[in-house]
């Protein structure tokens, strides 16, 4: 997996809508021509024959249906026929043509979708033998593409039609009174692993919609072959006739949307993106670009063509859905750790802001040296990078997770104060009861004073960095921590070295360059006993938050 932005990353756990095509990823992307036939259902060597000559002149990119024809059957074309003009695909007509200078006649021979061939053709040819196209030969056709579709056939419509070898240029309006060859069917059978695929984002809360070009029937043969429920399929048509506010029920209603341009992709997004849904959209080609862009988060494969790959926010090395899973599940837990990080910090500041400020003001000394703000900021730090590989609990990422900054704020508000409870009683600790109040003796000497304010700065420096860097133990998860919900090995390990080191580094050669003095081991009794209380305290109120403020 190739990710461009960390963001990314974080609002992949938040997707609550995964939006894909189906080609490839409900199905095995090895598309297979299965016939090749007439008006009647007969097989045609002729109808393979000019499908084969449309696929193989075409100068634009070859999709996998033009790849199936041509390994389907080789037919020497080099020497008989060249290329005389083309009309390339597009959403509007979906059908391509190819000009070719063939047995003497410049032919024009259109391959695309059903209908929209059909529409340009006033003929049909059996054999040899052309006949008037009549509205009982189109009942009969198109009750046998519904019939293919319904089995999950993709099914594309052969036409023709000759020109003067006079004539060397042509345009849309060419493409009328065709002569109607026949049709070629494929199967791209679908992948064993959708299913429990289907299933595992189902369970992690994500919703899938299938956003296809195909035909709807052929989509809701696949949906059923891999176990997707599908109540309420749209087609791009339908979608082009609603109003704004139909659109978006429509949309948001919907399972698979069928037959879309690449237009219709992008607004389906966005209507979803309105409707505040996080979507991810998964999407190799051309006409998915304008929805990989507008979607949260963009998603194609490293076999993706270039402007697919350029519009998406993350590569995928391999197209799944079972890897989409796994990303998801990891962008929760990416986000979760974020989530940690900014309470432990936001909670934390705010409640050193009150114990700073009234320290400041009630003692004739600094509460704390420059020197041992920084050191006890930089060993902070320190035991917070277990974080991004803690271990998330399992109710942390069964459903999608999104940015609450309010229930950041109160969270902040409730849990912050807590910490300087305790702060005050360190400070009333170190002031009566290991009487750094001696510093306000007047009789005292200069030495004494200076002993005095050190003891009382070492004493709330230790009793800090050991609350900030346990409470993160209690902050990371709703249950019970160390009894119901373990810390990552990397984050115990950074906790117990930095509150070893708070509580030696009094006691080392050095501690005078950081003005610290040896602590009375009566301190850490007494130490022993806030840390205790404070984690029953803060585990209690945070309970209750999560019950009154609920959250992530």
Not at 189 to 207: F, H, I, M, N, Y
Not at 363 to 379: C, D, E, G, S, W
Not at 380 to 400: A, C, K, L, M, W
């Amino acid at each position: 997996m190739i990710v461009k932005h960390l963001s990314s990353i974080q609002n992949f756990g938040a997707i609550d809508i995964l939006c894909t095509d189906k080609t490839g990823t409900l199905t095995q992307d090895r598309v297979l021509l299965q016939m090749a036939v007439d008006v009647m259902g007969e097989e045609s060597d002729n109808v393979l024959r000019y499908a084969y000559l449309n696929s193989f002149f075409q100068t634009g990119l070859r999709n996998l249906l033009d790849r199936a024809v041509l390994e389907h059957r080789e037919f020497a074309v080099d020497g008989s026929c060249k290329l005389v003009d083309e009309l390339p695909f597009d959403f509007q007509r979906r059908r391509m043509s190819v000009v070719v200078d063939y047995e003497g006649d410049h032919v024009l021979i259109s391959k695309g979708a059903v209908e929209e061939i059909y529409a340009c053709c006033d003929r049909y040819q059996i054999d040899d033998e052309i006949y008037p196209l009549i509205g009982m030969i189109k009942d009969d056709l198109f009750e046998e593409v519904a019939t293919l579709n319904s089995n999950g056939y993709r099914v594309l419509a052969i036409a023709y039609n000759e020109f003067s070898p006079d004539r060397k240029n042509f345009t849309h309006e060419d493409e009328k009174n065709l002569i109607l060859l026949g049709y070629i069917a494929f199967l791209d059978p679908p992948k064993d692993s959708t299913a429990q695929a289907l299933l595992k984002l189902r369970e992690a809360g994500v919703k899938v919609k299938i956003l296809t070009g195909d035909n709807a029937l052929v989509t809701r043969k696949i949906c059923k072959d891999v176990g997707m429920a599908v109540n309420h399929v749209v087609t791009g048509d339908e979608l082009f006739r609603m109003k704004p506010e139909e659109f978006d029920r429509a949309v948001g209603e919907a399972d698979v949307l069928a037959k879309l341009s690449p237009l219709q992709k992008e607004q389906v997004v966005q209507s979803l993106r309105r409707q505040e849904h996080v979507i991810g959209f998964m999407g190799d080609g051309i006409n998915d670009a304008p929805a990989l862009r507008a979607a949260d988060v963009g998603i194609s494969v490293d076999t993706a063509v270039d402007v697919a790959k350029e519009s998406a926010d993350i590569v995928l090395l391999e197209k799944s859905l079972m890897v989409l899973d796994d990303g998801i599940l990891e962008g929760r837990r990416v986000f979760a750790n974020i989530i940690k990080y900014i309470r432990m910090g936001a909670s934390s500041n705010f409640g050193n802001m009150f114990s700073v400020v009234g320290a400041s003001y009630l003692l004739p000394f600094l509460p704390m040296q420059p020197i041992q703000i920084l050191l006890n900021n930089l060993l902070y730090d320190f035991s917070q990078t277990g974080i991004p590989v803690d271990n998330v609990d399992e109710e942390q990422i069964r459903s999608p997770r999104k940015w609450d900054i309010g229930n950041i704020k109160w969270f902040m508000i409730v849990i912050g104060p807590i910490s300087s409870i305790f702060d005050y009683a360190t400070f009333a600790l170190m002031w009566f009861l290991f009487n750094s109040r001696i510093f306000n003796d007047p009789s005292v000497t200069n030495g004494v004073r200076d002993h005095a304010a050190q003891l009382f700065q070492t004493g709330w420096f230790v009793e800090s960095l050991l609350t900030q860097t346990l409470i993160i133990h209690i902050i990371r998860t709703r249950k019970i921590p160390f009894l119901q919900s373990r810390a990552s090995l990397p984050m115990l390990l950074t906790t117990l070295v930095v509150m070893a080191v708070a509580v030696w580094l009094p006691y080392l050669p050095f501690a005078s360059r950081f003005g610290m003095v040896p602590l009375p081991l009566a301190y850490f009794g007494w130490i022993a006993l806030f840390l205790l209380g404070y984690s029953i305290l803060t585990h209690m109120v945070k309970t209750w938050f999560f019950k009154r403020f609920g959250g992530n």
